[in-house]
């Protein structure tokens, strides 16, 4: 059987394996997240203005972008796990993500003056950002490719990044809560270095581990 028609027959299955799948991957990602904030608890915690920054668009506008990128991930992979044609709605959900924050870099460059660009791209902190959102995406990262091996994804690669994706957006969800940096600026940067390591990392390993 050529390998169309047996993608083919898989699909026509779907609706035998979508359930299983379904439930694995809800407890891969609900398991991984529960793992990440115990690990946030223990190592980070959140910052000590956290409350009081609710009243800043900045600091809200972290987290519109990490929950954006984990709600459009999970949608794709969701899909991705079962045999078929991408979804193309969770394609352009997940695009729209890089524009949202394009908007909102251009948004502050409006609005701050030209000599603090600079000061706010570089932040902080931007060291430990690179290194906590992947350690902090780590355990949602190997949970969600244990739940798909029990999937039958027609695109390893593909699939292993949008992982990658999925758990960078639990990891830096968590990240923002503690990260004293909230300009847009500093999110496009360090932020997107850390999300573009782990959808290479689940690349990588995804056309290895979810190839069948």
């Known amino acids: 059987m050529k390998t169309d028609q047996l993608i083919a027959a898989l699909a026509a299955d779907a609706d035998s394996v979508e359930r299983p799948i379904g439930r694995t991957l809800a407890i891969a990602v609900a398991g991984g997240a ?11 915690g959140t910052r000590p ?3 009081a920054s609710l009243t800043s668009p900045r600091f809200l506008f972290k987290f519109l972008i990490t929950l954006s990128l984990l709600a459009s991930a999970l949608g794709l992979v969701w899909n991705l796990a079962r045999p078929g ?26 609005t701050v003056p030209p000599a603090e660009w600079g000061r ?7 060291g430990m950002c690179v290194i906590l959102i992947p350690m902090l995406s780590a355990i949602p990262f190997a949970a969600l490719l244990f739940a798909l091996r029990k999937g039958a994804p027609s695109r390893p690669m593909l699939t292993g990044a949008v992982a990658g994706l999925v758990s960078a957006g639990i990891g830096a969800t968590l990240y923002a809560t503690h990260c004293p940096d909230d300009s847009p600026l500093f999110v496009a940067t360090w932020y997107v270095i850390a999300t573009g390591f782990m959808a290479m990392l689940g690349a990588a390993i995804g056309e290895r581990l979810l190839r069948w």
Do not use: K, Y
């Open 34 to 44: 529960v793992g990440a904030v115990i690990l946030f608890a223990v190592m980070l």
């Open 49 to 51: 203005d956290a409350l």
């Open 85 to 110: 044609a991408v979804p193309i709605g969770w394609l352009l959900a997940l695009a729209a993500v890089p524009v949202l924050l394009a908007v909102g870099s251009v948004a502050e460059m409006i």
């Open 120 to 126: 706010r791209l570089a932040g902080s902190n931007s």
